[in-house]
C-alpha cells in the first residue's frame, strides 16, 4: 500500500464506530409508500434550511428520490428500534408497508412515523454522484418536533440510545 492510500477493510471497520442517528426515509412512489432506514444523513444550513441524504446509487431509495423529487425523514427515537430493524428487512414489497405503523402525511403525501423525535419533510434540489452513493441535496420545506426525547442510535453495528 502506498503513502495516502486506505485499506479499504480497515476504513469499513472504523466508520462502523462513528455513532450515526438512525431515521426512516420514506417517499410516495405511484400509490405505495417506500420506507428505508438511513444513517447518513446531515443538515447543512439554517439559511436557508438544508439537508443531505446519502443513499446507495442503486438503491429503491434512490430511484425513488429521483423520480418523485420529495422524501420525509423521520428520526427515530430510542423506543423505535423495532420500526428500523422491520423496515431493514431486504425485498420488502411496497404495497402496504405502513400497514400497522403510525404514521401521518407532509404536504405532499410522504409518510411522517408518529413518535418519532422529529420530522423533516424535504425536496430535492440536486444530487451528485460520489463513489456508490447519490449525495441529495434537499431543502426544508416543514419540520415538526416529536414527543420522543433521546434518538435511536447505531454505533459499532448495533442499535443504542444515548
Wanted: hydrophobic share 40%.
Amino acid at each position: 500500500m502506498s503513502a495516502g492510500e486506505v485499506d479499504v477493510e480497515s476504513y469499513r471497520r472504523l466508520s462502523e464506530d462513528i455513532a450515526s442517528a438512525i431515521a426512516l426515509l420514506s417517499a410516495r412512489v405511484g400509490r405505495w409508500d417506500l420506507v428505508t432506514p438511513i444513517d447518513s444523513f446531515l443538515d447543512v444550513s439554517y439559511d436557508p434550511p438544508t439537508m443531505v441524504v446519502s443513499l446507495y446509487s442503486l438503491s429503491r431509495a434512490a430511484e425513488a428520490l429521483e423520480q418523485t423529487g420529495t422524501c420525509a425523514l423521520s428520526v427515530l427515537g430510542d423506543q423505535q428500534q423495532g420500526l428500523a430493524e422491520r423496515f431493514s428487512e431486504p425485498g420488502l414489497p411496497l404495497q402496504g408497508m405502513l400497514e400497522s405503523v403510525a404514521h401521518t402525511r407532509d404536504g405532499v403525501g410522504n409518510a411522517l412515523i408518529e413518535g418519532s423525535l422529529a420530522t423533516f419533510s424535504l425536496e430535492v434540489e440536486s444530487s451528485h454522484e460520489a463513489a456508490t452513493h447519490t449525495l441529495f441535496v434537499c431543502r426544508v420545506r416543514e419540520v415538526h418536533q416529536g414527543p420522543a426525547r433521546s434518538p435511536l442510535v447505531r454505533f459499532s453495528k448495533r442499535y443504542a440510545s444515548l
